[in-house]
């Protein structure tokens, strides 16, 4: 089993439309669960991060962590077109960070 | 706003000769990252450096890799008779502190590609 699984699209939603994302993860041992936007050719850039099972918000984005089911999620509320891109689940372990797949993201205008 | 910055952003070199990867991080950053990702793939860590020696390092990162911070500033990683594999976006990325490594900021990557 993979340590961090995510789907990777691609995802297409309408303008307007809540996005909802996901990643499921079998170690235990991790401590620290984020949210990083991809734009092509770009490196990642952190959006959220989160400690804690648990919501948490910012602006049109909630992370949402869920340790004993170990799943988690990013919900993006009125989606932009500027929002298409891809979203990296990843975890830190020590001193690295395990990322997932990425899904793409496209938001239809 | 600081950022992470990278040179070259592509690099083409032919199988077996060696590349230099450079890096500036955030300037009070005090540990540094290189990961890389394939076409396609998931961004894969490599290496981590904190005081001047690496801390921790990925079944990736073998013999045919190295790190440095030459000076005060710069952060390099060296890649020894490259290989067609080799190919990939390279990433480096700094942190102010080790244990919330989970606020790493990464430079906007170099491509190399191996012909």
């Known amino acids: 089993q993979k340590e961090v699984e995510q789907d990777p699209g691609p995802l297409s939603v309408p303008e307007g439309a809540i996005v909802s994302l996901n990643c499921t993860y079998s170690?235990?041992?991790?401590?620290?669960f984020m949210w990083y936007r991809q734009y092509s050719r770009k490196g990642p850039e952190l959006l959220m991060y989160t400690y804690s099972s648990g919501n948490k918000e910012d602006g049109r984005f909630t992370a949402q962590v869920d340790k004993s089911s170990k799943y988690i999620s990013l919900f993006i509320r009125d989606s932009q077109p500027s929002d298409s891109a891809t979203y990296l689940c990843a975890m830190t372990r020590d001193d690295k960070i395990i990322f997932g797949k990425g899904t793409r993201l496209h938001i239809l205008p | 706003e600081p950022e992470v910055t990278q040179t070259p952003s592509h690099q083409v070199t032919q199988m077996g000769q060696e590349v230099i990867l450079r890096c500036v991080p955030i300037?009070?950053?005090?540990?540094f990252y290189w990961y890389r990702q394939i076409l396609g793939q998931k961004v894969e860590f490599l290496v981590s450096?904190?005081?001047?020696?690496?801390?921790?390092k990925s079944e990736i990162f073998d013999d045919q890799f190295s790190v440095e911070r030459p000076d005060g500033s710069n952060f390099t990683l060296k890649i020894r008779s490259t290989k067609l594999e080799d190919s990939a976006m390279y990433f480096c990325a700094s942190s102010l502190a080790g244990l919330s490594s989970y606020e790493q900021y990464f430079g906007p990557g170099t491509r190399l590609t191996v012909t």
């Open positions: 170690n235990s041992a991790f401590q620290y």
């Open positions: 450096f904190y005081n001047n020696e690496i801390s921790e």
């Open positions: 300037s009070n950053h005090l540990y």
